[in-house]
T-cell receptor
Framework: GQSLEQPSEVTAVEGAIVQINCTYQTSGFYGLSWYQQHDGGAPTFLSYNGLDGLEETGRFSSFLSRSDSYGYLLLQELQMKDSASYFCAVTPRNNYGQNFVFGPGTRLSVLP | KAGVTQTPRYLIKTRGQQVTLSCSPISGHRSVSWYQQTPGQGLQFLFEYFSETQRNKGNFPGRFSGRQFSNSRSEMNVSTLELGDSALYLC???????????????FGPGTRLTVT
């Protein structure tokens, strides 16, 4: 089976940098995705790592290391609007099509 | 492009009843997935449809079913509702595999189902 672990909560101040980790146990997957969800809102796609290494999208970067079964989302120049829950997700390799397994989510609180 | 739409947004049902939720994907997206989100269990995959065929199914009882129409719109049905079915039900659509972005899921606002 597949399972992902994330810290339940992270707190940081405006302007700072924060890293949200995701560790996983899975027999194989296509890639690691990250989603952001504000309270009362729908998850929105942030980033995807199909290969090991760093992917950068504006203030957000995501990293994957398959050998370490580990990935992270890095948020720079934090803003108040970044306060939200962040989920990592994988698509198991033994499935055809879309079958995302989501982590439990990390609630990020950005303080002024 | 219009986003993923879901109807209704809120629903209150009684135990034992059944419910049908609807989802219209982004135009051109043929893959539609359904998720159940609860505070205790997080986001859990229900099933995925592509070209009117169910390609994947999560670990939910047979009371949960779905279908997809030729225009890619999808419905999910929950029969014999239980209190534990109270949740936010999210629908997501994805671009085709040929686009190279099949890993991107675009979520609708969800249907908040309350079972009393």
């Amino acid at each position: 089976g597949q399972s992902l672990e994330q810290p339940s909560e992270v707190t940081a101040v405006e302007g700072a940098i924060v890293q949200i980790n995701c560790t996983y146990q899975t027999s194989g997957f296509y890639g690691l995705s990250w989603y952001q969800q504000h309270d009362g809102g729908a998850p929105t796609f942030l980033s995807y790592n199909g290969l090991d290494g760093l992917e950068e999208t504006g203030r957000f970067s995501s990293f994957l290391s398959r050998s370490d079964s580990y990935g992270y989302l890095l948020l720079q120049e934090l803003q108040m609007k970044d306060s939200a829950s962040y989920f990592c997700a994988v698509t198991p390799r033994n499935n055809y099509g879309q079958n995302f397994v989501f982590g439990p989510g990390t609630r990020l609180s950005v303080l002024p | 492009k219009a986003g993923v739409t879901q109807t209704p947004r809120y629903l209150i049902k009684t135990r034992g009843q059944q419910v049908t939720l609807s989802c219209s994907p982004i135009s051109g997206h043929r893959s539609v997935s359904w998720y159940q989100q609860t505070p205790g269990q997080g986001l859990q995959f229900l099933f995925e449809y592509f070209s009117e065929t169910q390609r994947n199914k999560g670990n939910f009882p047979g009371r949960f079913s779905g279908r997809q129409f030729s225009n890619s719109r999808s419905e999910m049905n929950v029969s014999t509702l239980e209190l534990g079915d109270s949740a936010l039900y999210l629908c997501a659509s994805s671009p085709s595999e040929t686009s190279g972005r099949a890993y991107e899921q675009y979520f609708g606002p969800g249907t908040r189902l309350t079972v009393t």
